[in-house]
């Protein structure tokens, strides 16, 4: 996350060499859980198939 320009937070994330601009949030918080919905979209998939845990299995 980055706090760019008008006071408003950018979220992105990089996977497999690309760039996914995730937009401009008001608050931190928001852009944090932008983030984490696109990280568990983009990882999870890649993870189940290896046989690992995603974050919200125990």
């Known amino acids: 996350m980055s ?7 950018a ?3 990089t996977f497999e060499g ?3 601009h995730l937009g401009r949030y008001a608050s931190i918080a928001e852009a944090v ?3 984490e919905k696109k ?6 998939p890649i993870l189940i198939s290896h046989g690992r845990k995603t ?4």
Not at 3 to 9: F, G, S
Not at 39 to 44: Q, W
Not at 55 to 58: D, I, M, S
């Open 33 to 35: 859980a932008a983030r």
């Open 18 to 20: 690309r760039t996914y």
């Open 11 to 13: 979220a992105s994330i």
């Open 39 to 44: 990280e568990k979209e983009l990882f999870d």
């Open 55 to 58: 974050k919200e299995e125990p």
């Open 3 to 9: 706090k760019p320009y008008y006071k408003l937070w």
